[in-house]
């Protein structure tokens, strides 16, 4: 069938989950048999997002052919389990930086280079592109930004010509905030006739409002909202607060999200959805009556997004053993050898950050001193594994003054050491190692049990490795190295088998763990800390 494009944007507030509506979406299509994609742009003029720290937008997600991506791209591949790639995460930069390379080789000769037509162009090859490799039914667009920034205007604008050359085969989603105001104990919908308003002025009539709210809008409000904003009733829908982002898939079909954009792109009902592995899952979600109480130890605590990856996979993971997960966010700052005990005892398993620079690396060092000592299951990821590695380096091996040569260029004892292949890098932008490397697994090891296979492909996000020259040294007190990637003998996974799930990973499980394919490693850890917590866990 020819591809079916979907434009999803956002008004009156960011935030409102646009990206969960966008996979929520994809995830209906694809249960009904259709090949999906979902494309996330952004506007703001960084060329990716791998230069922005998480304090401006959460965490960087990284793509199996290493582009450093938007956190939504996450949020596709774990409701969907689709692969994304570059051209799945796109920003103004990007867009900018194509249409002037074009200007430098001459392609646009004798023109002045413009925003429209040119940009705006270069914005509808990158989403028609997607189509045109004939591999999708559905392409699916998601805006970055609100209706109404400036910045988001240029794509808005090629949204309009391409709905217009489309005709049928496009469909306009638009999502809006209905604010419920506590004191005169009514919903609202004013902010929602306005956002339809603007976008309507930019020459986009929406097909389907999608409502965020705290409480049930009641039909007659729908109907109001339609009748304002030129929507058919039924395709006013609400998206209510739910206790999981995994509800609203459920959530969306109920109200006929996905047979809405069947009948307004024409097409065929062709298969009843099978949602039978997704509705298992959200039902152990639902049913599980005991915690498991994980520690995240990192610099970024406070924010929500940093580590959104990782939270997502603790869920996963927790609900596949029965378990609420309880994450307990351990600011890197703040712990020392005096109240590691404190902070650290009641855990039942501890998780150790990635990140960049030398804040926080003193409070991860304690946390992980402790955890080796005190035999609490832990996990090390990036950073976190490197963190391991000094901290055995020093409190084991006795190289007091051990340290990666990112935190201390004149360590005596460069455990970890940036990567040959960085030696020469000057440019900061997508230079790191990145993307998804084979990593072989020994045998006998905790990880290879695990992954139940010997040759894993996982994702990797980094500058600096440890150090081989150490590695019988580290071998021989006990930290072995478990994981290597066949090629080059860089060392992927150490693990302590003395102790009863002590893993560090240079690469990041996170980023492959789905709904539908939880990793295996989050699996692994988590049914180490069940083991490690009793049974004292119920909740009451
Ligand atoms: N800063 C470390 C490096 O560059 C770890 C990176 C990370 O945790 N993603 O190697």
Known sequence: METRYIFITGGVVSSLGKGIISSSLARLLLSRGFKVTIQKFDPYLNIDPGTLNPYEHGECYVTADGHEADLDLGHYERFTDIRTSRANSITTGRIYQAVIDKERRGDYLGKTVQIIPHITDEIKRNIVFLGETGDFDFVITEIGGTVGDIESTPFLEAVRQLKWELGRRAVSLHLTYVPYLKAAKELKTKPTQHSVKQLQSIGIQPDILVLRTEKTIPESMKEKVARFCNVAPQAVIQSIDASSIYHVPALMHEQHLDDLVLDITGTEHRNKPDHTAWNAFVRRLEEARSKVRIGLVGKYVELQDAYKSINESLIQAATYCDRVLELVDIHAEKINDSNAGE??????????????????????????????????????????????????????????????????????????????????????????????????????????????????????????????????????????????????????????????????????????????????????????????????????
């Not at 976190?384 to 340290?403: H, K, P, Y």
């Not at 009863?500 to 990793?519: A, D, F, I, R």
Request: charged share 25%.
């Open 343 to 540: 902070l650290l005892s009641g855990l039942d398993g501890v998780i150790i950050a990635p990140g960049f620079g030398k804040r926080g690396i003193a409070g991860k060092l304690a946390a992980i001193k402790w955890c080796r000592e005190n035999d609490m299951p832990t996990f090390g990821i990036c950073l976190g594994m490197q963190c391991m590695v000094i901290e055995f380096a020093r409190n084991v091996l006795g190289l007091t003054d051990a340290d990666s040569t990112e935190m201390t260029p004149e360590t005596p004892d460069n455990v970890i050491d940036l990567m040959e292949s960085q030696k020469n890098v000057t440019e900061k932008g997508g230079t790191m190692r990145l993307g998804a490397y084979e990593c072989r697994l020994a045998e006998g090891s905790r990880v290879r049990e695990a992954y139940g296979a010997d040759i894993v492909r996982e994702r990797h996000r980094h500058r600096y490795e440890f150090n081989g020259k150490y590695r019988t040294r580290f071998e021989e007190a006990g930290l072995k190295c478990v994981g290597e990637n066949p090629d080059t003998g860089l060392v992927e996974v150490v693990e302590m088998p003395s102790l009863s799930w002590y893993v560090g990973t240079q690469y990041h499980p996170e980023y492959q763990s789905t709904v539908l394919n939880p990793n295996p490693l989050f699996i692994s850890f988590i049914k180490a800390a069940v083991k490690h917590s009793g049974s004292n866990n119920a909740i009451k």
